[in-house]
């Protein structure tokens, strides 16, 4: 039965996937739409440019894929990626068996539920007695797990890490690697946080159906869509705020008039602020209960809507836009969904029914409600624009629909955009074309892309190679261009956290700051380092790289040859003769062999016993100067290449992937 | 900006071991008296800020234990000073407030004015949420969630002075915590063993090429990543000297072994090396107890327990350096008059925090708190918020870091100082 429902759940997803991308790309651009790139007026070679386009607008390249863009063509490629319909099957094998990713938000609730949840259905369930509950005790959580494990429940740990793994595969292997790069940008800039308990749940379905089905669209629609979906109203609060001008909803009839302390909307105020706290409190316990502080205006959602998601800081908002706005966004919350935790509202809709509630003006639309009664009736002004009175949850529509339009978001969305693919200080006559489009094409966001990459600012020189990659890129950048096998993909996460960026668990609204500033830091830079090292050489578990494998199995000549062939395999089109000059010095360094030699030694006593042998030679006998003149011959290196090769290539390719050019993109 | 700031950081560095040689040249001392130029390693005066993380029971901590409404509120939870045959009774500070028994390390700091506590404190904004209050506290703008920095980074950014090291602020937390989010040069690191390039089990690969990113920062790269890059070896060499590993705390001082211990062991060692460091962070979990409390003994005796031998330990490692540490503690709201029906305490309120230093006003329980009768209850369950966290952040930030622009550490606030700090 369950697995039926699922894939009818599958079934539904699939056909709206489709309907979507149709209505958007029916009829719509083609490659040829997308003017000839502008790079050779900078000087760029079309290889060049390619490793730039690729530099930009994927993860990293992968070996050989700047022939394959150039054989594509540079355009087509663009436009490919931004249509996301190469074929994924691969990808699609590695991710079947993450069953958590594929759930619907009301399916996550059910398996997933939070532990007081699952605390309070073990007290209905009379398994605990209220009283005797110790989280700090083993029986205890032996019987929470037995409880769990009989109603087919999962700790919701396992929900967020298989969220992190598929993440993590997606970004390192879809051949739609635009989409996924355009899916950080937008999630960045509309962030939510797993660190916020109440909306952590929700972040799966938000990721996979409110952002990466829009991250193409109109800059309006992706708006909407962020607006409506619980895990933003809960992260930002608007779930629980209401109007002091709101009137309560008529009942069906006298009979089924609610009690006071069942006033619709006054549950779920209470939901979004205070029970919902990862704890298990007030549920179990009728205790004096908190003024229901979520029972009032809340601005939180309104104030950052307008200075992070579309107008920005400097927008031209006051702070009575601000409170005027939230008055509008009243009443927009989430559907009850799930057993337990939301039955505030489900009772609410057992004493009215769905046409009472149709004809009092509420919506439901998917995990959305608009609940009429708790929206303020009256009449508000944001920037000029009178909304109301009575206007419902069509104010709050216009309302995003006059933000999503303003000059100011205008400028601030095509402002980040260029932050992010261009530079961090990109310059204003690309600024201008851009916010052009913008205007023009009614904010789609493939136009503005399009209008970006065929500017000339886009290839110049000040522009390639300027932008630092965040932790994330440069972990899944490594493995791409090492063609590395992911098989516990929580590792490079890990790696990635270490490094600077814990994806999705940016605790503020703001999104992690997209500027190299942010993410270079004396501890964090020092983990980029430790990061190549250990990947290079293999021990960053399930993380496997066959570095003979990505030269055809050629094994170098002399580590000179390693260095070279590798630095351009890993950063391919690119002026590498400083680097390598300055890496030349260690592989000619006389300790090197004997210290690499020696830790392959240490780790493999019986294995190599002549490299053994030679290296006490070597220590024990020879001098500085037949050394240099060993060094000098090559012989040196002939003799111990066979033996020592595998460590010192993954030495000098971990150096590689911790060195500055490599941070770069 | 930047370029002056990394001009100041090699040029101090250069300095430093100039005067290691023996004296700074004439000129070079000019420099530095008319460029007001200090050196950027030394020993300066520190703020280490400890945040409870769960919202810590302040009616526990320290009870009014003259009051009856408290007593009949926590049948089960309440603790008298009076020394009775069963069980630990609490340590009776000034006839009203007791300190709970498994925090007897503080007694003695209390004692001889060191420790101080400010009872009551909390944020103006009544949000019950762990994440809000949390995020609140931490940006320093209670009502504002899109701050995009928190309170610490715009501390580092008024220290007045430009002789910023990659120690100046140090988080010893695996993430960068929400107070130190900002434009200000800070770290997070949950070990300072971490801080060298490594390859296990192979030390000589390990310097080798450490070698060759020290020279390919140098010389491959300019801006941001060469000076990160030399910033982050210095301080690599730095730690080396120093031996973390091997770390004897001062007095035979032996620190609980406890996630806080270590973290504060840790500060300690950094505040000796004298790198610089001006603002350290660490927290502490687990105090989010809604269910089974205990008294005298159990979870939240546990908590308090390793709270204070943690800080004392700490305190009694730094010895000579206790004149220029001041440590605060702070939690993101207090928890429930009224005792729930699972033996434990809900979302309230206020709280109490703890202020230990030399400077600090101590030996008080600074704050108001009226009787605990329903009707002087916040929301009519909860104790009420007497005084602004800011009002504390910010007065013991001044008197510890002469950080004294408010509107830009706590830009909303404008409020009194309640004398923390002894002037």
Redesign the interface.
Known sequence: MKTGLSRFYCAIAVLFILFGFSAFYTGQLGYKDVPKFPYKSKGLTEREAAAHLLSRFTYGATPGQVDEVVKTGLEKWFAQQLEARQPDDSLKQLLKDFDAVKLSTEQIITKYPRPFQVTRMMIRDSVVN??S????RKEYRDLINNYMQQHGMVAEQELYRQFINQKVLRAAYTQNQLQEVMTDFWFNHFNVSI????CAVFIPTYERDVIRPNVFGKFGNLLLATAKSPAMLIY??NSSSSGDNAAPAKPNNTQAKPKADAQPGMGMAMEG??MM??????M????????K?GAGLNE?YA??VM??HTLG?DGGYTQNDVTQAARVLTGWTIYPMGDEGYGYMRKLQERFSADRLKEQGYVHDGEFLFTANRHDRGQKTVLGKQFGPDGGYQEGVDLLNMLAHHQSTAKFITRKLAVRFVSDNPPQSLLNKMVKTFNEKDGDIKEVLITMVSAPEFWSKTSVREK?KSPFELAIGAVRTLHADIQQPYQLYTWI??M?E?KY?Y????GF?DK??YW????????R??FG??LA?G?IPGVNVNLMALNQNHEPESAQAALTTYSKLIMPERNLS??IK??T??LN?P??M???A??SA??KPAANPSTASNNVMMKGTVTDTLRDKALKNNTYMAMQAKGVNK?MLS?VV??II????F??R | M?SRRGFLRSGGLALMGVGLMGGIPGFLAEAVAGEQLINPYGKRKVLVCIFQRGAMDGLMAVTPFTDEYLKAARPNLFMSAAKTGTGASLIDLDGHYGLHPSMQAFEPMFREKRLGIVHGIGSPN???????AQ?YME?GTPF?????SGWLNRAVGLLGHDAIT?FTAVSLT???P?SF?G?N?????SNLQ?????????P??????A???E???D???TG???D??K??FD??KMLQKADVKNYKPANNVVYPTSALGNSLKQIAQLIKMEVGMEVAFTESNGW?T???QGTDNG?FARNVGDLSSSMMAFWNDLSAYQDDVTVMTMTEFGR?V?Q????GT??GRASCNFILGNNVNGGLVHGKMQPLA?ENLE????LAVTTDFRSVFSEVADRQLKVTNNRVLFPDWKGEKIGVMRA
Not at chain 1, 195 to 198: A, I, L, S, V
Not at chain 1, 284 to 291: N, R, T
Not at chain 2, 144 to 148: E, F, H, I, M, P
């Open positions: 209220k009283d509950i110790r989280s700090d660190t916020k308990n109440q930002l609060d602020s205070s706290m990862g704890n298990t409190m007030a179990v316990a009728p205790k004096p209960q908190p003024k502080n939180n104030r950052e200075e992070l800081v630092t956290n270490r600077g814990k668990y605790q503020a609204p703001t700051p190299g500033q270079i830091n004396t501890g964090s830079l020092l983990n380092m430790n090292l250990a050489s021990r400083e680097t300055r890496l010095p260690m360094d300790q090197l004997d210290k690499v020696a830790a240490q780790n460590n030495q971990g150096v911790g060195s500055p050019e941070q770069r | 930047v009544n949000t019950r949420s762990h994440f809000d995020d940006s504002n969630k899109g701050t995009a990659p695996s993430a960068m929400r989010y434009d040069p800070t770290v997070s690191i971490d801080f060298a390039i490594q390859m296990r089990g192979n000589g690969a390990a310097n080798m090429a070698k060759s990113f020279d390919l920062y010389k491959t790269s941001l990543l060469h990160t890059g910033e982050s301080a690599v989010d809604h269910y089974s979870i429930t009224h729930n029906g699972t033996g809900d979302h329903n929301d009519g369950r909860d």
